[in-house]
């Protein structure tokens, strides 16, 4: 299972259920990219260093989530919940972040260049270290965000 993609099962349940299973049986470190777990609930797993390059998570939880150094450029995390959530060491260059709720979050050391951050929430968000260069924050919430 070096790669899992779900993207057309046009069953929002089952890409919920596939989801899960997935995130339980294999490893961090996983090739996730263009997978759609749009919805899905992957609240509390581990996904360090894995690649989730173009991989739609718009309104996914992601609460509490561990994605340390995981590769996500271009990743689709519109309307997300991904409140303390871990992207420490993970790129998001590109990526779509736009009207999602990340408080609490630790961005730290975090590659957000050009990334969409409008209209997010971003309160008590960790960016120390981030690179933000040409990243949006227009409409953000980002108050009691350190490194901004």
């Known amino acids: 299972m070096d790669s899992i993609n779900n993207k057309n099962t046009g069953n929002p349940i089952l890409a919920q ?3 899960r299973v997935t995130a339980a049986a294999v490893a961090a470190g996983t090739d996730f990219s263009n997978a759609d777990f ?3 609930d992957l609240h509390g797993f581990d996904y360090t260093g ?3 390059t173009s991989a739609a998570l718009s309104k996914a939880n992601l609460a509490s989530v561990t994605l340390v150094n995981a590769i ?8 997300a919940i991904g409140d303390g959530a871990n992207f420490a060491g993970a790129n998001l260059n ?11 979050t630790s961005f730290n050391a975090t590659n957000l260049t050009s990334a969409d951050c409008r209209g997010g929430d971003f309160t008590n968000a960790d960016f120390r270290g981030s690179t933000t260069t ?5 409409g953000a919430t980002t108050t009691g965000a350190q490194g901004l």
Do not use: E, I, Q, W
């Open 72 to 79: 996500m450029p271009n990743a689709n995390l519109f309307g």
């Open 134 to 138: 040409g990243a949006v924050f227009t």
């Open 38 to 40: 749009g919805g899905a």
């Open 17 to 19: 259920v596939l989801a």
């Open 50 to 52: 894995a690649k989730l």
């Open 94 to 104: 590109g990526a779509d972040l736009h009207g999602g709720s990340f408080r609490g």
